[in-house]
Structures are given as structure tokens and as C-alpha cells.
């Protein structure tokens, strides 16, 4: 393991792509993994739990960074934090190439669905409850976990997947500017949603979470309005060359 400045603690390397813990996540885990003790006989499997919810989201991430490859894009740093993980990727400037860069991450948590539930219902077939309450404890736990990463990054809030796939499909439509302005504007929209969420249910993971979503979303909304300003003057000046990817 080496240091890795503001990313963190490069923890491997894998088809030249740095996986980071940033610093945030062992002060996070810490917290966690202490607040649900008692859910298990042992620690340990807390522990277990936590690695686990984490190992999806490294796949996750994976999913990402080799399809933006395959597409003839730039991926090469990973980052697991706090609130998930990120993978930095940077797609050809293309709508089919972006999709598939971001599709691919939440194809990988619906590749687990069946292997997960599979397991999971052997075991409870099995007697596992039973017999190995813990283990069976932790493995409906994964199972969760894996779905319900699922159906949140897929919901059409920007920066989240589902949001980001919106945003690929309309650009087909309306280009890579206005398509990110479209998306942005309901991020904006899903973002506040979220934040009377966390205040009915009391939850500051929730908060935190919409915060992050606004300040990203605020971030793509200028880079839109660049995005739009540099589209008309190609327009106006067709002889400028192309820009950058996103």
C-alpha cells in the first residue's frame, strides 16, 4: 500500500487501474461498523458486512472503467469513499460511448441479482438460518445491499447512473450541451426531493447525499452552459476544432 495524496491509500493496482481508499472511508467505517454491533454474535461479521457493501461497489466501479475502455475512452483511477465510489472515467465525446461507460456499472450489480438470490435462497432452503445464523445473517444483508445500490443509482437523478443515462439518451437528441442541462435540471429537482426526504426521515446519510448531488449538479450546470456557448460558435465558425469529451 502506498500513499496517494488527496485520493487517499492506493491499496492495488489492477489492468493499469489505481484503486484508492480515501482517507474519509476508515473514519466512516470505524463509525458504522461499531453502530450495528449487536446485529451480529461477533464483530467480525459487522466487519464482514462492511467490506462486502463495498467490494459491490469496487465492481461496480470496474464495470465502469473497463466499458469506457472498450469504447476507446481513458479510465485509470478508482476512489472508494464514504459515500460509494467514483471511477474516474472520460469517455470518447460520443452519446453510444457514454452510455455504455455508464450503463455498464449497474449491468454488473443486476449480473449479481441472480447469483446472489440464487445463494441465498439455497440456504434458506438448506436450514443455514439455522444452522449458521450469522453467515445467513451477513448473506441477506449482500443480497440487499447489491439490490438496493441498484435501484438508487438507477433512479434519473444527475450525477447518479440512472441520471447520467438520461442524460446519454437525450443526447442523441439535443446534443452533448443541452442534453446536460436537461439532465442537471432534474438532478436539481431530485436532489431537493432528497433533502425533504432526509428531513422526514431523520437520516443525515440522506442529507449528505443530496447536498453532494446539488453541488455536482450546480458544477454540470455551468459546465452545460460552456458546453452550449462552445456548440453555437462552432455553429457560427465551423472551421474551430472540437473540444474536449464532456
Same mark, same amino acid.
Given at each position: 500500500?502506498? /500513499?496517494?495524496?488527496?485520493?487517499?491509500?492506493?491499496?492495488?493496482?489492477? +489492468?493499469?487501474?489505481?484503486?484508492?481508499?480515501?482517507?474519509? =472511508? @476508515?473514519?466512516?467505517? @470505524?463509525?458504522?461498523?461499531?453502530?450495528?454491533?449487536? %446485529?451480529?454474535?461477533?464483530?467480525? #461479521?459487522?466487519?464482514?458486512?462492511?467490506?462486502?457493501?463495498?467490494?459491490?461497489?469496487?465492481?461496480?466501479?470496474?464495470?465502469?472503467?473497463?466499458?469506457?475502455?472498450?469504447?476507446?475512452?481513458? +479510465?485509470? %483511477?478508482?476512489?472508494? =469513499? /464514504?459515500?460509494?465510489?467514483?471511477?474516474?472515467v472520460s469517455p470518447p465525446p460520443r452519446p453510444g460511448a457514454n452510455l455504455w461507460s455508464i450503463a455498464a456499472g449497474p449491468l454488473v450489480n443486476v449480473a449479481l441479482l441472480p447469483l446472489l438470490f440464487g445463494t441465498y435462497f439455497y440456504g434458506s432452503s438448506a436450514g443455514?438460518?439455522?444452522?449458521?445464523?450469522?453467515?445467513?445473517? =451477513?448473506?441477506?444483508?449482500?443480497?440487499?445491499?447489491?439490490?438496493?445500490?441498484?435501484? @438508487?443509482?438507477?433512479? /434519473?437523478?444527475? /450525477?447518479?447512473?440512472?441520471?447520467?443515462?438520461?442524460?446519454?439518451?437525450? $443526447?442523441?437528441?439535443?446534443?452533448?450541451?443541452? !442534453?446536460?442541462?436537461?439532465? &442537471?435540471?432534474?438532478? @436539481? +429537482?431530485?436532489?431537493?426531493?432528497?433533502?425533504?426526504?432526509?428531513? #422526514?426521515?431523520?437520516?443525515? =446519510?440522506?442529507?449528505?447525499?443530496?447536498?453532494?448531488?446539488?453541488?455536482?449538479? $450546480?458544477? !454540470? #450546470? %455551468?459546465?452545460?452552459?460552456?458546453?452550449?456557448?462552445?456548440?453555437? &460558435?462552432?455553429? &457560427?465558425?465551423?472551421?474551430?476544432?472540437?473540444?474536449?469529451?464532456?
Open positions: 500500500m502506498q /500513499p496517494a495524496g488527496e485520493n487517499g491509500l492506493r491499496i492495488f493496482r489492477v +489492468a493499469g487501474i489505481n484503486v484508492y481508499l480515501h482517507w474519509y =472511508w @476508515f473514519l466512516v467505517a @470505524f463509525y458504522e461498523i461499531n453502530a450495528r454491533n449487536g %446485529k451480529y454474535s461477533s464483530i467480525v #461479521w459487522n466487519i464482514l458486512e462492511y467490506l462486502a457493501l463495498f467490494v459491490i461497489v469496487l465492481l461496480h466501479e470496474f464495470g465502469h472503467a473497463l466499458a469506457c475502455r472498450q469504447v476507446g475512452g481513458i +479510465a485509470d %483511477k478508482i476512489v472508494l =469513499w /464514504p459515500l460509494g465510489g467514483v471511477a474516474y443455514w438460518q439455522l444452522a449458521a445464523p450469522d453467515a445467513f445473517r =451477513w448473506l441477506r444483508a449482500v443480497v440487499y445491499m447489491n439490490a438496493g445500490l441498484l435501484m @438508487f443509482n438507477v433512479l /434519473p437523478i444527475y /450525477p447518479l447512473d440512472g441520471g447520467q443515462i438520461l442524460r446519454s439518451l437525450l $443526447w442523441f437528441i439535443f446534443g452533448r450541451g443541452r !442534453s446536460l442541462m436537461i439532465a &442537471t435540471a432534474i438532478g @436539481f +429537482a431530485g436532489g431537493i426531493g432528497l433533502i425533504g426526504l432526509a428531513i #422526514w426521515s431523520q437520516s443525515i =446519510w440522506t442529507g449528505i447525499i443530496a447536498v453532494y448531488l446539488l453541488m455536482n449538479c $450546480w458544477s !454540470s #450546470w %455551468k459546465h452545460a452552459q460552456l458546453l452550449l456557448q462552445y456548440e453555437r &460558435t462552432q455553429q &457560427t465558425n465551423p472551421a474551430i476544432l472540437s473540444g474536449d469529451a464532456q
